[in-house]
């Protein structure tokens, strides 16, 4: 299985303070079809996950254009730009380019 | 809208069975792999199993941790996904997520499974 691997494990911030969020993987994550299928979930808290952005740059729908998503092959980055308190929670990379679907072990953002 | 709707979970003992279900709308289901996602309380996030369309044959797949135990189905008639459980273990214990292979949104409100002695 492809390995997923988060940095930081949290993050501290202040109100418009800007982060970053690192996602490495096992193996590329270019498809045969030549996309690549890296995705960000939030995890607000008490809440379910929620899709922000997928293949690796596109901001899902309603997503502020606050969050961006960058990378490839194996490296990727999520950035927050002026962090506001609903975006605080835990933050996972996905990966469904391999089967099985593998999960980042999580990044919590919270506030300083 | 796209929606997916959990049901099923509970408080069951060790060795029990259990079965869960998902009620889905808005999106054309017969042609969409489905999956059920787990997170144990206080962790991340874990595939747990797979069944494709009629086109891959209802194809299902499973996690190493479940296979044997657990078996995920379909109706396409009633778009529905199904997960049946049995040899519950305490390990089981998470809340239980369907979604759409491939795409992560929406999700569902998922359904709390408690496995306790």
């Known amino acids: 299985d492809v390995v997923m691997t988060q940095t930081p494990p949290s993050l501290s911030v202040a109100i418009g303070q800007s982060v970053s969020i690192s996602c490495k993987s096992s193996q590329s994550l270019v498809y045969s079809d030549g996309k690549t299928y890296l995705h960000w979930l939030l995890q607000s808290p008490g809440r379910s996950p929620k899709r922000l952005i997928y293949?690796?740059?596109n901001l899902g729908s309603g997503v502020p254009d606050r969050f961006s998503g960058t990378g490839s092959q194996k490296d990727f980055t999520l950035k927050i730009s002026r962090v506001e308190a609903e975006d605080l929670g835990v933050y996972y990379c996905?990966?469904?380019?391999?089967?099985?679907?593998?999960f980042g072990a999580g990044t919590k953002l919270e506030l300083k | 809208e796209v929606q997916l709707v959990e049901t099923g979970g509970g408080l069951v003992r060790p060795g029990s069975s259990l079965k869960l279900s998902c009620a889905t709308s808005?999106?054309?289901?017969?042609?969409?792999?489905m999956n059920w996602v787990r997170q144990a309380p206080g962790k991340g996030l874990e595939w747990v199993a797979l069944i494709k369309d009629k086109y891959s044959n209802y194809e299902a797949n499973y996690a190493e941790s479940v296979k044997g135990r657990f078996t995920i189905s379909r109706d396409d008639s009633k778009s529905r996904v199904y997960l049946q459980m049995n040899t519950l273990r305490d390990q089981d214990t998470a809340t239980y997520y369907c979604?759409?292979?491939?795409?992560?949104?929406?999700w569902g409100q998922g359904t709390l499974v408690t496995v306790s002695s």
């Open positions: 996905a990966q469904t380019t391999h089967f099985p679907d593998t």
């Open positions: 808005g999106f054309t289901f017969s042609n969409t792999w």
């Open positions: 979604t759409r292979r491939g795409y992560y949104t929406p």
């Open positions: 293949q690796v740059s």
